[in-house]
């Protein structure tokens, strides 16, 4: 089915066609037309699945028309977790509206806020928001809702994951009763339904389940290493396999810069990017990243979902993190536009816990693979399929794993 019998006019679908789009995902084909007919929606789909555009195009439809937004007023707001996502979001935006006459802007802490709040006098369309700067604006009365048509929470169950669901709670109470409200969620966890109970009534639910034609093709393997080898690992296959690219995940500020410091010693250029560097910083590295002009960067989990590359070429956990979920949403910022991703995860033997939520999360075990020079001294067991977290999810379960000899 094209985008054109979705119910979306041709200006939309000609900005879609420019960015090599030709025939809708199965979340887009499902949440399009709800969103266009009013409903209030929840939606589950993996990264990597379209969900952006599933929100975005129906929104500026429905917006078309709208008489233009008076001052201080927006017409339709997203709240991201991350000020990486909320670029990213507000980027689509003005890819998929080049050829409409509305306005959209991205807001965020960590930044100055007077450029925010002098744009705002003249009143956006659509604002891609974080929870935090979003209420400071709020309270400094440099935004007002009472014109607000729709309210979307992008990546809802990150954003619970980070502490913001009093925030949600405060500017939900804030914006009007009448409006259309859309949720969308990698999982639907318990708190995420919960959130949802309080946010959204009378909602529609749908959940796209991962199959062989819509998931990214990603490559995994996890190769065993003591925690002491691991920067010599990775210099090792940087080195040895010519890589082109990769985006290597590591879980502190601290261990970034230390890793980013090791590399170079080696000869090999890169780049740390964590909530410790400046705004500005991080955008050019980002944008850098995406260019091609940085091969490898090195980032703690706030990239996680703030990096959207069609042609990235692989991903390393350098380490596993400790969230099986975020296991899924680092990897999937590979194997994009139908290309072949590459996932490979360095396991000590401090890691076995969460390697065995991992492949009970994804309901497979990942492929082990052994580097000649850099066999552990203390071997990782074989993956105990009866692990389980201790908050295990009541919804999405896979089912048991299968014994491996």
């Given at each position: 089915?094209p985008?054109?019998?979705?119910?979306?006019?041709?200006?939309?679908?000609q900005?879609?066609?420019?960015?090599?789009?030709?025939?809708?995902?199965?979340?887009?084909?499902?949440?399009?037309?709800l969103?266009l007919?009013?409903?209030?929606?929840?939606?589950?789909?993996?990264?990597?699945?379209?969900?952006?555009?599933?929100?975005?195009?129906?929104?500026?439809?429905?917006?078309?028309?709208?008489?233009?937004?008076?001052?201080?007023?927006?017409?339709?707001?997203?709240?991201?977790?991350?000020r990486?996502?909320?670029?990213?979001?507000?980027?689509?935006?003005?890819?998929y509206s080049?050829?409409?006459?509305?306005?959209?802007?991205?807001?965020?802490?960590?930044v100055?806020?007077?450029?925010?709040?002098?744009?705002?006098?003249?009143?956006?369309?659509?604002?891609?928001?974080?929870?935090?700067?979003?209420?400071?604006?709020y309270?400094?009365?440099?935004?007002?809702?009472?014109?607000?048509?729709?309210?979307?929470?992008?990546?809802?169950?990150?954003?619970?994951?980070?502490?913001?669901?009093?925030?949600?709670?405060?500017?939900?109470?804030?914006?009007?009763?009448k409006?259309?409200?859309?949720?969308?969620?990698?999982?639907?966890?318990?708190?995420?339904?919960?959130?949802?109970?309080?946010?959204?009534?009378?909602?529609?639910?749908?959940?796209?389940?991962p199959?062989?034609?819509?998931?990214?093709?990603?490559?995994?393997c996890l190769?065993?290493v003591?925690?002491?080898c691991?920067?010599?690992?990775?210099?090792?296959?940087?080195?040895?396999?010519?890589?082109?690219?990769?985006?290597?995940?590591?879980?502190?500020?601290?261990?970034?810069?230390?890793?980013?410091?090791?590399?170079?010693?080696?000869?090999?250029?890169?780049?740390?990017?964590?909530?410790?560097?400046?705004?500005?910083?991080?955008?050019?590295l980002?944008?850098?990243?995406?260019?091609?002009?940085?091969?490898?960067?090195?980032?703690?989990?706030?990239?996680?979902r703030?990096?959207?590359?069609?042609?990235?070429?692989?991903?390393?956990?350098?380490?596993?993190?400790?969230?099986?979920?975020?296991?899924?949403?680092?990897?999937?910022?590979?194997?994009?536009?139908g290309?072949?991703?590459?996932?490979?995860?360095?396991?000590?033997?401090?890691?076995?816990?969460?390697?065995c939520?991992?492949?009970?999360?994804?309901?497979?075990?990942?492929?082990?693979?052994?580097?000649?020079?850099?066999?552990?001294?203390?071997?990782?067991?074989?993956?105990?399929?009866?692990y389980?977290?201790?908050?295990?999810?009541?919804?999405?379960?896979?089912?048991?794993?299968?014994?491996?000899?």
């Amino acid at each position: 089915m094209p985008f054109s019998k979705l119910g979306l006019s041709d200006p939309i679908v000609q900005a879609v066609t420019e960015q090599g789009y030709e025939t809708p995902t199965p979340i887009q084909e499902k949440a399009i037309p709800l969103i266009l007919a009013g409903k209030n929606l929840i939606a589950a789909a993996q990264t990597g699945t379209g969900k952006t555009a599933s929100f975005v195009l129906p929104i500026l439809q429905n917006l078309i028309d709208a008489p233009p937004v008076r001052a201080k007023r927006i017409r339709a707001l997203i709240l991201t977790p991350t000020r990486e996502l909320a670029i990213q979001v507000d980027a689509n935006i003005a890819l998929y509206s080049k050829h409409l006459n509305l306005t959209s802007m991205a807001m965020f802490g960590g930044v100055d806020s007077e450029p925010q709040k002098e744009r705002l006098i003249e009143g956006v369309d659509i604002l891609v928001a974080t929870p935090g700067r979003l209420l400071d604006m709020y309270t400094r009365r440099a935004i007002h809702f009472d014109e607000l048509e729709i309210l979307v929470l992008d990546e809802a169950d990150r954003m619970l994951d980070m502490g913001f669901i009093a925030d949600i709670n405060k500017i939900v109470e804030r914006l009007p009763e009448k409006r259309q409200n859309l949720l969308f969620s990698a999982t639907l966890s318990q708190q995420v339904r919960f959130l949802a109970k309080t946010a959204i009534e009378n909602a529609v639910e749908i959940a796209i389940k991962p199959d062989s034609g819509t998931m990214p093709k990603i490559e995994q393997c996890l190769i065993p290493v003591d925690k002491d080898c691991k920067s010599a690992l990775l210099s090792f296959l940087i080195s040895e396999n010519n890589w082109d690219q990769a985006l290597i995940f590591i879980e502190t500020k601290r261990g970034a810069a230390k890793l980013v410091s090791q590399l170079e010693k080696r000869g090999i250029k890169a780049e740390a990017l964590h909530s410790g560097r400046s705004q500005a910083v991080r955008a050019q590295l980002l944008e850098d990243f995406k260019s091609g002009s940085l091969k490898f960067m090195v980032a703690t989990g706030i990239a996680a979902r703030g990096i959207d590359i069609d042609s990235l070429s692989r991903v390393v956990n350098y380490d596993l993190p400790d969230e099986a979920d975020d296991y899924v949403h680092r990897i999937g910022r590979t194997g994009r536009a139908g290309a072949i991703g590459e996932a490979i995860s360095f396991v000590s033997r401090d890691d076995f816990r969460n390697l065995c939520a991992i492949e009970n999360r994804l309901g497979e075990f990942i492929t082990r693979k052994e580097i000649p020079g850099f066999t552990p001294r203390l071997a990782i067991p074989n993956s105990d399929v009866s692990y389980a977290p201790k908050k295990a999810p009541k919804s999405g379960r896979r089912k048991p794993l299968k014994s491996r000899n």
